[in-house]
């Protein structure tokens, strides 16, 4: 065994470089992209390095260490998108290009994903079915994410969680959905109106249930004008 190495562990050489300078100062962020042998002599000349066994152990252990840490910050992110219910579960499918370039946009979010897609029809006045298309939707998934911002805003754009859910399934938000929708796509049919319910709610309804339950309200409504 060679002096200053010690089995299984990083050299004792490269130990105090690492907890005094090394870690702290990542390479990717304070040395510009160049090619792999000029990145080597920096080093060198950086931690004042005349032995190249450290150097490469050096270089060896920051391309790990940071490696790891972004996997963990993307893993981490993941976890908590999952835990509010916010992991988009197609990301692949989102082909925007502020989503396929750059660190800000992220597909995996789903909310960010939704908003990005509004903005680009209302702001950038991007047609509908190209705006769908970029962001791997279908068009009557847009109206309904339109229909759902119009009427509760960013935190409409958080899907609802699935699950067992109360016998009565058109409840008033429901039913507040529904009338909004309809309102808003006159030539659409129930069926339509039934996939939006779904997609935002998940809950499967029949078309038919749906229209009797308008109906019933509507019928409520009267009798109340009437008695007043």
């Not at 690492?18 to 304070?30: G, L, M, N, R, V």
């Not at 252990?61 to 940071?66: E, R, Y």
């Not at 995996?108 to 990005?116: C, I, M, P, R």
């Not at 229909?147 to 429901?174: M, N, S």
Request: with cysteine; aromatic share 8%.
């Amino acid at each position: 065994m060679r002096p200053g190495v010690v089995s299984g562990r990083v050299s004792t050489k490269l130990h105090p470089l690492c907890q005094d300078k090394y870690i702290q100062i990542a390479p990717s962020a304070s040395i510009p992209r160049v090619a792999f042998i000029d990145k080597m002599l920096i080093f060198m000349i950086f931690f004042q390095i005349k032995d190249l066994t450290t150097l490469i152990y050096m270089y060896i252990f920051n391309m790990t260490l940071m490696r790891r840490q972004a996997f963990s910050r993307t893993d981490g992110k993941k976890a908590a998108l999952r835990a509010a219910n916010s992991l988009h579960p197609h990301p692949e499918a989102v082909r925007d290009d502020a989503f396929l370039h750059g660190d800000f946009f992220d597909p995996d979010d789903l909310v960010q994903v939704k908003y990005e897609m509004l903005k680009r029809h209302r702001l950038n006045q991007r047609p509908v079915a190209e705006v769908a298309r970029t962001f791997g939707t279908s068009r009557q998934a847009f109206y309904s994410t339109k229909a759902i911002f119009d009427t509760q805003g960013l935190p409409g754009l958080i899907p609802k969680r699935r699950g067992p859910r109360r016998a009565h399934k058109c409840t008033d938000e429901v039913l507040d959905f529904a009338e909004q929708w309809k309102n808003e796509h006159k030539g659409e049919g129930s069926r339509s109106l039934a996939d939006a319910i779904k997609e935002h709610f998940g809950v499967g309804l029949n078309p038919r249930s749906v229209d009797r339950a308008l109906t019933r309200r509507k019928k409520k409504r009267r009798r109340r004008q009437e008695t007043v």
